[in-house]
């Protein structure tokens, strides 16, 4: 189950999005599935989407990093060459694990792109 969270940053901004996974405790059953180990036995494939909704097109996608059994992070460059020059505004983002057939939805939320605070 992808967990919910907000981000928000500003236009050109370097940023080191750090994520974790955790246990999913059913609020039904009280069931706990525990966190899955992303390094074994297979290193997974994990990329941020970044989307003006969900459904639309995808604006930036930017492989993560796996960085332990359960962390992973995705860094977003700033500057004019660097994928957080995108206009300022309300997007949506999401992470996904993409091997094939094994696509599973991680995170999501709202993404805030704020203007910049140096005139960019």
Request: proline letters at 6%; aromatic letters at 10%; charged letters at 20%.
């Amino acid at each position: 189950m992808a967990e919910y969270q907000a981000i928000q940053i500003d236009r050109g901004q370097r940023v080191l999005l750090k994520f974790t996974m955790i246990d999913y405790v059913d609020p039904n059953t009280g069931v706990v599935t525990p966190a899955p180990n992303i390094q074994s036995p297979v290193v997974w494939t994990i990329n941020l989407k970044l989307r003006k909704a969900y459904g639309q097109a995808e604006i930036l996608t930017v492989a993560a990093t796996v960085t332990g059994p359960q962390a992973f992070e995705a860094v977003l460059t700033g500057g004019a060459s660097g994928n957080t020059d995108v206009e300022s505004g309300d997007y949506v983002f999401d992470t996904w694990r993409v091997e094939a057939g094994s696509e599973t939805p991680l995170d999501n939320g709202p993404f805030k792109i704020n203007a910049s605070r140096f005139g960019a």
